[in-house]
């Protein structure tokens, strides 16, 4: 929940008027994660849209896809460990990233959100001010 904090205050907050849209994974991964317990209001930003995944299809299909994304910028190298699924992380997508059998437009990702936070503060001021390009490239 640290992460989530950190991007809405820190990312979001002061970048009001970026172009931009973050979309939020929620699943269990602590015996006290629950739906129930899901903290919507941490990231309170329209650009925000949240989903809670129970069977964690999402941090399962990233967890397993993850070396096959090539991020331009970069990705964390770090992957987390005894776990099935991708969770407290980012990926960051420039604007034309595609959605099909395979993600395009990955610019970086990393694991936790706050270990890199700083690459990922990075890479977000490069794709909020125009420099980012489809290939990922300025």
């Given at each position: 929940?640290?992460?989530a904090?950190?991007v809405?205050?820190d990312?979001?907050t002061?970048?009001?008027?970026a ?21 919507r209001?941490?990231?309170r930003?329209r650009?925000v849209v949240?989903?809670?995944?129970e ?11 993850l ?11 770090v ?6 699924a ?9 604007r034309?990233?595609a959605?099909t059998n ?16 700083g690459?990922l ?5 490069f ?10 490239r300025?």
């Amino acid at each position: 929940m640290n992460g989530a904090r950190w991007v809405q205050n820190d990312l979001l907050t002061p970048n009001r008027d970026a172009d931009l849209r973050v979309f939020v994974v929620w699943f269990r991964m602590y015996p006290g994660d629950a739906k129930s317990r899901w903290p919507r209001e941490l990231l309170r930003d329209r650009r925000v849209v949240q989903r809670w995944d129970e069977p964690r299809n999402a941090g399962r299909w990233f967890f397993d896809h993850l070396s096959s994304l090539r991020p331009s910028r970069g990705g964390d190298g770090v992957f987390p460990q005894r776990v099935d699924a991708l969770w407290d992380s980012y990926l960051l997508f420039d604007r034309d990233a595609a959605w099909t059998n395979m993600p395009t437009g990955v610019m970086s990702w990393g694991y936790t959100v706050l270990r890199t936070r700083g690459k990922l503060l990075e890479d977000f001021r490069f794709a909020v001010s125009g420099r980012a390009t489809p290939s990922g490239r300025d």
